[in-house]
């Protein structure tokens, strides 16, 4: 796409920014309601709408587990297979000796599936994204709560306005999205 | 004229700055807007002051001298040391457990009180942590600096080798190493993990182009989606619920490490939960101290109020009676028991030629924060200093006690000996505060001291309560 077919193209979306979390909530219920296309809430804290459910503490807590075995089964092959040793008479196999390093293995391990998992999830390092296009994205992590819209057409886009301002929206902008 | 008058007179700390039995956890007049351009100001700014530039010179001396220490360590061995048959335990273990212990008070302010959904660890949590892992980074040093032969610390790890030699993971030391080494890379993880929206914060209030470029690559792409929220809130609370087993199993080890042994003064099934008391005393004392001057030198009144000291100074008293009872335990158990070698010891810990230390210990670590019963005290900032830095000390000296004192007196008296430092384990010991205030130095310099996000939900809390 040449500059010049980039200047002439319509924007499809919109960036309306808010003082606060009610307000935001409110406008995104109107705004879903009247079907205007994708909608997505950026806020400085996490909003207290109801959780979904996700199963990244399943995720951390199997892979935790298998650290933890991984971590029995390598002390016991070491001190039973590969390099018994005779400790004051103590049997190769004494295991309760390697509960400890089993234990933190298993909660390294399901920190570091939980800092991936979640980091994944979060979209860490999407260091584009096109709602950086807008002016106001900047203020979402600082102190107002945003709503993108990528509006399905151009009728969509002034509805979603017309909602925006319904809802007390401090600064609405048009963007390509 | 009393103290108080004193202080007055003499115009310490004597504003409106101060803690007040009545301040609020974030003062009311705070905004999720005017927190966050607080708490990003001193991060942001282009020059600073004259007392960041000498703190800063002065702990890079003695960053210095602990390189020279540990090259020359290096160079000549650990025959530089005080350290000798029977004292083969010296400053490096003494140091590790005493840094350690500081470290794990970040661990227990941060994840215990997050799961305990208490308001008040927001202003602190970011302190606690930051603290937790540059102490835990000059606990670290230690082992491997007292390896004897440190370039070959690898060996630690289990890996298949061409002298068919694995560790022997029946010690408490090896535990030790796994223990320590999950603690570490964990915390830096959390740490790491709970600052990314506040480096978000960070790179959309930054004007100069680098440094948006530079929070911006640290804060991962952060925006603070709806989705981005959930997940990390997930991510966080689970971190925060593991966290929290492994510093008390962490510090368990720590006492595992001695109480493993079959030495005086060791060999006591109280010493993994008498370590974690500790690791509590000395956390909150190290949060307390150096929360006091972030709050005035960086204008957190607002977010680390009065509240906060009054809370702190309770819960640095509640870990002084356990320290205090592990204390009173461990004279019952010596005497309950039939080791007459145990009560000799004892008798020469608390008369002998180290009595002082140990009634030093005494004194900093029981005796001493027994002034926190009183709110006009908890509230006071030039006390507290006080209080924490002697229970700093006290640590310190309760470590010497443990190692030192069990060591020259073994069962059999042929076997006695001495111990003293020399100047390179004061100088390494130097060195590692140096190290450590460095490390906290840089992080006020770069990133924001209080977490802002977490500050948001308290202030937007409070505001829909007064509603």
């Not at chain 1, 297979?81 to 089993?102: E, M």
């Not at chain 2, 320290?323 to 002998?352: C, H, I, Q, S, W």
Request: charged letters at 15%; proline letters at 6%; glycine letters at 8%.
């Amino acid at each position: 796409m040449s500059r010049e077919d980039k200047t002439l193209m319509a924007p499809n979306g919109l960036a309306a920014t808010f003082l606060s979390e009610e307000a935001s909530l409110a406008a995104l219920a109107r705004l879903d309601e009247a079907n205007v296309g994708d909608t997505q809430l950026f806020s400085p804290l996490a909003p207290e709408r109801t959780p979904r459910p996700t199963r990244l503490p399943a995720v951390a807590l199997a892979l935790g587990l298998l650290g933890a075995g991984g971590a029995f089964g390598l002390q016991t092959y070491a001190n039973v297979v590969a390099y018994p040793l005779d400790v004051g008479g103590r049997p190769p196999f004494s295991w309760p000796s390697f509960i400890p390093i089993a234990f933190e293995v298993g909660i390294l391990s399901a920190v570091l599936a939980t800092i991936i998992g979640a980091g994944a999830l979060c979209g860490f390092t999407r260091y584009y994204d096109p709602v950086d296009r807008t002016r106001a994205i900047r203020d979402a992590m600082i102190d107002r709560w945003v709503i993108v819209v990528r509006a399905v057409n151009s009728d969509a886009l002034a509805r979603s306005r017309d909602i925006m301002q319904d809802c007390d929206a401090r600064m609405i902008e048009e963007a390509e999205l | 004229m009393t103290l108080f008058q004193a202080r007055s007179t003499l115009g310490v700390f004597a504003d409106d700055r101060r803690p007040r039995a009545n301040d609020p956890i974030v003062a009311p007049e705070q905004t999720i807007s005017t927190m966050t351009t607080t708490i990003c100001a001193p991060p942001l700014r282009e020059k600073w002051p004259l007392w960041w530039k000498l703190s800063l010179a002065a702990a890079l001396l003695l960053v210095v001298i602990l390189v020279i220490a540990i090259g020359w360590l290096f160079y000549a061995g650990v025959g530089i040391w005080g350290i000798d048959w029977p004292v083969v335990w010296g400053f490096a273990i003494i140091n590790y457990v005493w840094w350690i212990a500081i470290a794990s008070g970040g661990t227990f302010i941060s994840a215990l009180f997050y799961l305990a959904e208490v308001e008040w660890r927001n202003a602190l949590n970011r302190i606690a942590e930051t603290i937790t892992i540059f102490a835990a980074a000059c606990a670290a040093l230690y082992p491997i600096l007292h390896l004897g032969r440190p370039w070959l610390f690898y060996w630690l790890f289990p890996y298949p080798n061409v002298m068919t030699v694995w560790p022997q993971f029946r010690s408490p030391l090896l535990w030790d190493f796994v223990a320590i080494l999950a603690y570490v890379v964990a915390s830096i993880l959390f740490w790491y993990f709970g600052l990314v929206p506040d480096l978000a914060t960070m790179r959309d209030k930054a004007e100069a182009p680098h440094k948006r470029r530079f929070y911006g690559v640290l804060a991962l792409g952060f925006r603070g989606s709806e989705n981005a929220w959930r997940y990390y809130h997930v991510g966080y609370g689970l971190l925060a619920a593991l966290m929290a087993p492994l510093v008390i199993s962490v510090h368990s080890i720590v006492g595992l490490d001695f109480a493993g042994a079959a030495t005086l003064g060791w060999h006591s099934t109280q010493f993994p939960p008498f370590f974690v008391f500790g690791a509590l005393l000395s956390g909150f004392a190290a949060v307390m101290l150096l929360a006091i001057p972030a709050r005035r030198l960086l204008g957190l009144e607002d977010f680390i109020t009065g509240r906060h000291f009054d809370i702190l100074g309770k819960l640095l008293l509640t870990s002084s009676l356990c320290v205090g009872y592990a204390y009173l335990m461990e004279a019952f158990t010596t005497f309950y028991g039939p080791d007459a070698a145990e009560k000799r010891l004892f008798v020469d810990k608390v008369g002998g030629e180290l009595a002082p230390i140990y009634w030093a210990t005494i004194l900093f670590n029981v005796l001493t924060p027994q002034l926190m019963w009183w709110r006009r005290i908890r509230l006071n900032e030039l006390l507290v200093v006080l209080v924490s830095l002697a229970v700093i000390v006290g640590m310190w000296c309760e470590r010497y006690v443990i190692v030192v004192m069990s060591l020259r007196r073994t069962h059999l008296p042929s076997a006695w000996g001495g111990y003293t430092p020399t100047i390179w384990d004061w100088l390494t010991l130097f060195g590692t505060i140096g190290l450590f205030i460095v490390g906290l130095l840089i992080a006020v310099r770069l990133l924001p001291t209080v977490s802002m996000f977490e500050m948001r939900e308290v202030i937007l809390r409070n505001a829909r309560q007064d509603r």
